[in-house]
Nanobody
Framework: QVQLVESGGGLVQPGGSLTLSCAAS????????MGWYRQAPGKQRELVAT???????NYADSVKGRFTISRDNAKNTVYLQMNSLKPEDTAVYYC?????????WGQGTQVTVSS
């Protein structure tokens, strides 16, 4: 059974930091491109960052220089380090795993940036 379980969300003040984790199971994690997406209220889900099996990374322009995606293949876990958070980063953050025709999603974790 495929599972992607996100954790680490919460309430943080502007300028603060959070680290999201996504623990994966039920598939061959090491060969999948892993990603983080987010969806703010009233908006479409958008790409935040991806990391390939060879650890090549890609970021949305809005988070470049502030967010870092990484993966630990020994732990089947992908991370999103978020620094210098802004109110516009407020959203539900979803973990994604993609390989060939397989495309899996986690249940999401809420990140709220507010003073």
């Amino acid at each position: 059974q495929v599972q992607l379980v996100e954790s680490g969300g919460g309430l943080v003040q502007p300028g603060g930091s959070l680290t999201l984790s996504c623990a994966a199971s039920g598939f061959a994690f090491i060969i999948y491109t892993m990603g983080w997406y987010r969806q703010a209220p009233g908006k479409q889900r958008e790409l935040v960052a991806t990391i390939t099996r060879s650890s090549s990374t890609n970021y949305a322009d809005s988070v470049k220089g502030r967010f870092t995606i990484s993966r630990d293949n020994a732990k089947n876990t992908v991370y999103l380090q978020m620094n210098s958070l802004k109110p516009e980063d407020t959203a539900v953050y979803y973990c994604n795993a993609r390989y060939a025709s397989n495309n899996y999603w986690g249940q999401g974790t809420q990140v709220t940036v507010s003073s």
